[in-house]
Nanobody, 124 residues
Framework: QVQLVESGGGLVQAGDSLRLSCAKS????????MGWFRQAPGKEREFIAA????????YYADSVKGRFTISRDNAKNTVYLQMNSLKPEDTAVYYC?????????????????WGQGTQVTVSS
């Protein structure tokens, strides 16, 4: 059984940085993509960033490009999201997820496994 557990969220001020982590347990027999998504109150869950199995390819939403960096350590079964220059509009619950077959970078429906989320709140 595959499980994802996010950590690292919290309350910060605008301009601060946070690093989220997502640890995977269980086995997946494919070179899977890992992604980060977020959901703000009253809004739909949206794609933030994704990374290929090797880490050599990444993809970002325009809203976070240049501020957020996704990375992964397969030896530790962990994906990270470094968030810099945080803004109040980044406030949301952040989720990590796995696309087992690498079919899409950003389509939520293609991601099969999801964590429980971690809250990020950015005050102005």
């Amino acid at each position: 059984q595959v499980q994802l557990v996010e950590s690292g969220g919290g309350l910060v001020q605008a301009g601060d940085s946070l690093r989220l982590s997502c640890a995977k347990s269980g086995t997946i027999f494919s070179n899977y993509l890992m992604g980060w998504f977020r959901q703000a109150p009253g809004k739909e869950r949206e794609f933030i960033a994704a990374i290929s199995w090797s880490g050599g390819s990444t993809y970002y939403a325009d809203s976070v490009k240049g501020r957020f960096t996704i990375s992964r350590d397969n030896a530790k079964n962990t994906v990270y999201l470094q968030m810099n220059s945080l803004k109040p509009e980044d406030t949301a619950v952040y989720y990590c997820a796995i696309n087992q077959y690498g079919t899409s970078w950003y389509d939520l429906g293609e991601y099969r496994y999801w964590g429980q989320g971690t809250q990020v709140t950015v005050s102005s």
